[in-house]
C-alpha cells in the first residue's frame, strides 16, 4: 500500500526523507541522497525539519553523523495536531463570514462596444442568475426590438427555462412587444407612465447594473456594486408601484 505523508503535513521531500529511513535504517548523508533521490541541497534542511517533528533522530558513529527514522507513532501526533488546526479554523469560520458581511464589496466597472459587447453582458448575467432570482428590465425601448428582437426572445426563454424570473418596464411606445413578452412564462410586464422615457435600457441583477444604448453605436456600460444594485432596484419597484 502507497503511504502518502504528505496528507498530515510533511513536504514532499520530508516524505521521501523518512520512507527511507525506515526502509534503509541508520545512515549517512551520501546514503539518504540516493535513497530518497533528494538533492544535497536540500538534505540538511529537510533533516533538520523532521528532527523538529520528532520523526528523525541523530547519532555520532566514529565522528560520522547518522540519521534514523523514529518510531512511526509519532505521526499520530502529527495527525493530532493536524486535526486540531482544522477545528480551529472550523470554528474561526463564523467570524470570517462576518468581516466578509462588513467588507467593502467588489467593484467592477466595464465598457462593451457594439451587438457583441451587448451579448457578451446579458450571456454573462444569465450564467450568473439561478433559479428562482429576478431580472429587473427597466424602460426598454423600442429600438431594442429593432436591433436584437430575435435574440432578446431566445434569450428569454432561455432565462425563463432555467427558472429565473423577470419583470420589465416597457416605454409606451413599445406597448406592442411588452404585450408579446409578457407570453414569455415566468415574466411581468408593466408599461412606464407617458410622462416617463427612457432612452437606454437598464438591466439589473446579481449586484449587476447595465446601461445599454442602442442606435449607430451601441454601448453597454456595465457596473457592479452592490449599494449601487440596491439603489437601482429601489428605483425600479418605486416605477414599478406607479406602472401599469
Known sequence: M??????????????????????????????????AQVSNSKIYDILD?????????????????????????????????????????????PRLQEMYKYAEPIQEAEILQGIRGIKTFTEM?????????????????????????AYFQEWHERRAKKGIKCKILFNREAKERAT?????PLTEV??????IKTPALIDIGKDYVATILFGERPLCIVIKNKKIYESYLSYFELLWKSSR
Open 125 to 149: 448575467i444569465l450564467s450568473k442568475l439561478e433559479k428562482g432570482d429576478t431580472f429587473y428590465i427597466l424602460g426598454a425601448p423600442k429600438e431594442a426590438t429593432e436591433t436584437l428582437g
Open 180 to 184: 408579446l413578452r409578457e407570453k414569455t
Open 190 to 195: 408593466k408599461i412606464l407612465p407617458e410622462n
Open 2 to 35: 502507497e503511504i502518502n505523508l504528505e496528507e498530515v503535513g510533511l513536504t514532499e521531500g520530508e516524505s521521501k526523507v523518512y520512507l527511507s529511513l525506515l526502509k534503509i535504517g541508520a545512515s549517512t548523508i551520501g546514503k539518504i541522497i540516493k535513497e
Open 49 to 93: 525539519r523532521l528532527n523538529k517533528k520528532g520523526l528523525v533522530g541523530i547519532s555520532m558513529i566514529n565522528n560520522v553523523k547518522h540519521f534514523e527514522a523514529k518510531n512511526p507513532s509519532v505521526i499520530n501526533d502529527l495527525i493530532s495536531e493536524k486535526e486540531t488546526s482544522i477545528k480551529k479554523l472550523k470554528e474561526g469560520i
